[in-house]
Antibody
Framework: QVQLVQSGAEVKKPGASVKVSCKAF????????MHWVRQAPGQGLEWMGI????????SYAQKFQGRVTMTRDTSTSTVYMELSSLRSEDTAVYYC????????????WGKGTTVIVSS | DIQLTQSPSFLSASVGDRVTITCRAS??????LAWYQQKPGKAPELLIY???TLESGVPSRFSGSASGTEFTLTISSLQPEDFATYYC?????????FGGGTKIEIK
């Protein structure tokens, strides 16, 4: 069964960094790109970027350029999203989502990782 | 960035109603549009891609259509499990962007 399992909730202080993991099961990890999407409390969905687990290329939304880094470990079928210089506005649920493969829509989502930024 | 304007933002409807949600793109995106359903506390789920193609396993009461830069999601007969928030997403150009969402509540 195809599924994405994300790491647990995090509480961070302003200025710190957070690294969220997303482990893929049930399909060939390198066959599909992976997206990261976040959702602030009570708000809509915001695309952060995409990583190619095969070629390691990435593309980030301009808003997060310089603060976000997406990486992958093919030996464990895991992608990571690290966000630095955290501020309170980064408090959100962070989702990884598999790219369907023939478009850029997202057909499988992780359950989300809650990140709270608070002093 | 391509802006997606969803309307309405909120919709009150009854079981059995026919419901239509509109998503308007700020520029042409051909048919590179997807629709997602999100229930409280859950991750979004893909309903429709390529503007009108139903994702596997999605009930046939859901349909999508496109006319120029205007896209619609229609639920032909609303069921209790359909009360949720719906988002459109353009997948034509980076950065990918989402509409603001439409919340469907029980009347």
């Amino acid at each position: 069964q195809v599924q994405l399992v994300q790491s647990g909730a995090e509480v961070k202080k302003p200025g710190a960094s957070v690294k969220v993991s997303c482990k893929a099961f049930g399909y060939t990890f390198t066959s599909n790109y992976m997206h990261w999407v976040r959702q602030a409390p009570g708000q809509g969905l915001e695309w952060m970027g995409i990583i190619n687990p095969s070629g390691y290329s990435t593309s980030y939304a301009q808003k997060f350029q310089g603060r976000v880094t997406m990486t992958r470990d093919t030996s464990t079928s895991t992608v990571y999203m690290e966000l630095s210089s955290l501020r309170s506005e980064d408090t959100a649920v962070y989702y990884c989502a598999r790219d369907r493969g023939s478009g850029r829509d997202m057909d499988v989502w992780g359950k989300g990782t809650t990140v709270i930024v608070s002093s | 960035d391509i802006q997606l304007t969803q309307s309405p933002s909120f919709l009150s409807a009854s079981v059995g109603d026919r419901v239509t949600i509109t998503c308007r793109a700020s520029q042409g995106i051909v048919s590179y549009l997807a629709w997602y359903q999100q229930k409280p506390g859950k991750a979004p789920e893909l309903l429709i891609y390529a503007a009108s193609t139903l994702e596997s396993g999605v009930p046939s009461r859901f349909s999508g259509s496109a006319s120029g830069t205007e896209f619609t999601l229609t639920i032909s007969s609303l069921q209790p499990e359909d009360f949720a928030t719906y988002y459109c997403q353009q997948i034509h150009t980076f950065p990918l962007t989402f509409g603001g969402g439409t919340k469907i509540e029980i009347k």
